[in-house]
């Protein structure tokens, strides 16, 4: 038996509405911001990611579906949108066709991470960059952008998370700052702290091992050591999100996965999903554009995980009810009769009537019971000497009440 690949899945009929409805909601308030949708390839050259992301993130070095194509060139699936937007944005040229693009994507993504309740390989994300611009206006409109995203689902078990991680060259002086706190600190850490700091110090305030987490409680922060014009951005930031009424806390210790990030970083969570329980992340990432291509253009922006949102739903209970209707189903009183019903269904389908009929000979009670498990509103019974007249029997199935129909009359409505 040939199973799907470990920690993939397939969204079945059933689930599909879901997705529907959430994709709908997107792309009503991407729409409302003015953010015009993008597609790119589902993979790209490997050294994008390397770039984009960082060698030393666990995307990069253990998470990417990596491999050689038949002309040896290294292919990677890609784990997230960011990188991509930016290299199509450089490729095409769209920052010289217009000062501020404002783009969103809803797409699959792929990391060979380990799987468990929403946390899959290949799963969905639904995002959005805004490239051209330092503004704090954009951040805080990224980050209103995606909460009301959550409002307009219903949830409301959430908590939104933001931080600065401010300019480089801030940074630098904190992680030496932050480099000689744990210097006699760091042989008492975990095996995985102790290669992160060398390699990506700032992730140590990520770790879940108890030993690192009672350390990194005391370890100075880098909100604290912020340079002036990083701590005015984030407070213009923080002063947007006030006046839009969106509640937010501070996390000093909100490091994010990516190295890209500059400036403002913001996480939102959710309490309804178990471990896994990041919905949505994203930040500001000014030098971006220059590491994959040769200018600089500024970016803002967040990538939301579909499933994990769709699980907070179900468990918040906020998911509207299933949809099951059709509009007719025709019932085929004489078995003669296959080839006129399919007709009449082809005709009134063609006129945008989703409309049902037997395939199988059924017997006249089965085909009712069949039109009810499907949610008819209508069923045209076809058959007997009403035919014979011309005519058929339409029954309205919420009041259950019949009228005789002129065949050609109905067709023609
Ligand atoms: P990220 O935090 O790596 O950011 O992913 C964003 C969201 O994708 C997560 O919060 C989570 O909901 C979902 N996600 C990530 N990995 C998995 C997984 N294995 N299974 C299920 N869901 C997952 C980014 O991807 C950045 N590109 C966000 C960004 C855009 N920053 C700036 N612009």
């Known amino acids: 038996m040939i199973k799907a690949i470990t920690g993939t899945k397939d969204i079945l009929p059933e689930d599909i509405q879901k997705w529907v409805y959430l994709e709908n909601i997107v792309h009503k308030v991407m729409n409302n911001f003015n953010y015009k949708e993008i597609r790119t390839p589902i993979f790209e050259e490997t050294k994008l990611f390397k770039r984009g992301i960082g060698e030393a993130t666990d995307i990069v070095s253990k998470e990417m579906y990596t491999f050689l194509d038949r002309s040896e060139t290294s ?14 944005l450089i490729e095409h040229s769209l920052d010289k066709q217009q000062q501020i693009n404002k783009l969103y994507y809803l797409a699959p993504m792929f990391r060979q991470e380990r799987p468990q309740a929403g946390r899959f390989r290949q799963f ?43 300019i480089p060259s801030s940074r630098e002086a904190y992680k030496d700052l932050l480099r000689s706190y744990l210097a006699d ?25 108890e030993r690192d987490q009672k350390i990194m409680e005391r370890a100075p922060l880098l909100l604290d050591h912020l340079d002036d014009e990083s701590r005015e951005h984030f407070e213009n930031v923080q002063d947007l999100l006030n006046k839009a009424n969106i509640p937010f806390e501070i996390d000093p210790k909100l490091v994010r996965g990516l190295d890209y990030y500059t400036h403002t970083t913001f996480e939102i969570v959710s309490d309804s999903v178990g471990a896994q329980s990041a919905l949505c992340g994203g930040g500001r990432y000014d030098l971006l554009v220059k590491e994959i291509g040769d200018r600089d253009v500024p970016g803002v922006g967040f990538a ?48 945008n009537q989703t409309v049902e009929i037997d395939y199988t000979l059924r017997s006249v009670k089965a085909q009712m019971r069949e039109a009810n498990r499907l949610g008819a509103e209508k069923v045209l019974m076809l058959g007997g000497e009403e035919y014979e007249r011309g005519k058929a029997v339409l029954k309205d199935m919420n009041t259950g009440e019949q009228t005789e129909v002129e065949l050609s009359e109905f067709l023609k409505k």
């Open 185 to 209: 600190k760091v042989n008492d850490m975990s095996e995985d702290s102790k290669s992160r700091y060398k390699t990506n110090i700032l992730r140590l305030f990520d770790s879940k091992d």
């Open 75 to 88: 292919i990677t699936l890609k784990p997230e949108m960011t990188a991509s937007v930016v290299r199509a």
């Open 304 to 351: 939301a995980g579909i499933e994990r949102i769709l699980l907070a739903c179900e468990n918040e209970g906020v998911l509207p009810e299933r949809e099951n209707r059709i509009d007719y189903y025709i019932v085929r009183l004489d078995k003669e009769l296959n080839n006129e019903v399919f007709q009449i269904a082809t005709n009134l389908r063609a006129k």
């Open 124 to 166: 969905h994300q639904f995002g959005a960059e805004a490239l051209g611009s330092t503004s704090p206006s954009l951040d805080a409109e990224m980050i209103i952008m995606a909460y009301q995203i959550f409002q307009k689902l219903g949830l409301s078990k959430i908590t939104l998370k933001v931080n600065s991680l401010g």
